[in-house]
């Protein structure tokens, strides 16, 4: 059987779709942690909203509203900068999944080839064997002694 004319470009392709994988899932895992810090930053912030409410029908100093409300304000800040970053990194596996995914389809493409190389081959040793049996059987039949 011929040997496909596109291997190494097969294999080449492979390969960059195992690479677009790995960057793909190290991709996935940093927006999903950063996305857990966001998750906890507004855990954090509701619990100490809800402390905030708590204290303040206890009473409380002027000081104790203004520092409460100082660092309620950097939570929210800090909320809102994990947000920015979860969708930046959001954006980049995105990025990185429509890379993969152009891999995916440049893999599949030449594996078609490759198939179809495969089963033309086949047929093409199919007919030059029945060419044989057809040239053998018409022979006289002295002549089939070999």
């Given amino acids: 059987m011929a040997q496909f004319r596109f291997a190494f470009l097969l294999s080449l392709s492979r390969e960059q779709r195992e690479d677009a994988a790995r960057i793909m ?3 996935a895992a940093k927006t999903e942690t950063a996305r857990q810090k ?3 930053v507004e855990s ?4 100490y909203r809800a ?3 708590q204290s303040g029908q206890g009473g409380m100093t002027v000081t104790q509203w203004r520092d409460f409300q ?3 304000g950097r939570l929210d800040e800090a909320a809102t900068q994990q947000m920015t970053e979860v969708e930046r990194l ?3 596996y995105d990025k990185f999944k429509a890379a ?3 891999c995916e389809k440049k893999v599949k493409a030449f594996e078609t080839l490759e198939t179809r190389h495969n089963a033309n081959e086949l047929k ?3 007919r030059q064997e029945q060419k044989l049996v057809d040239e053998f059987n018409s022979r006289p039949r002295g002549d089939r002694a070999m």
Avoid: G, K, V
């Fill in 25 to 27: 899932q190290s991709a």
């Fill in 90 to 92: 959001q954006r980049e």
């Fill in 124 to 126: 093409r040793e199919a």
């Fill in 70 to 72: 100082l660092f309620l």
């Fill in 44 to 47: 954090y912030r509701s619990e």
């Fill in 38 to 40: 966001l998750f906890q």
């Fill in 100 to 102: 993969w995914q152009e």
């Fill in 51 to 53: 402390r905030l409410t």
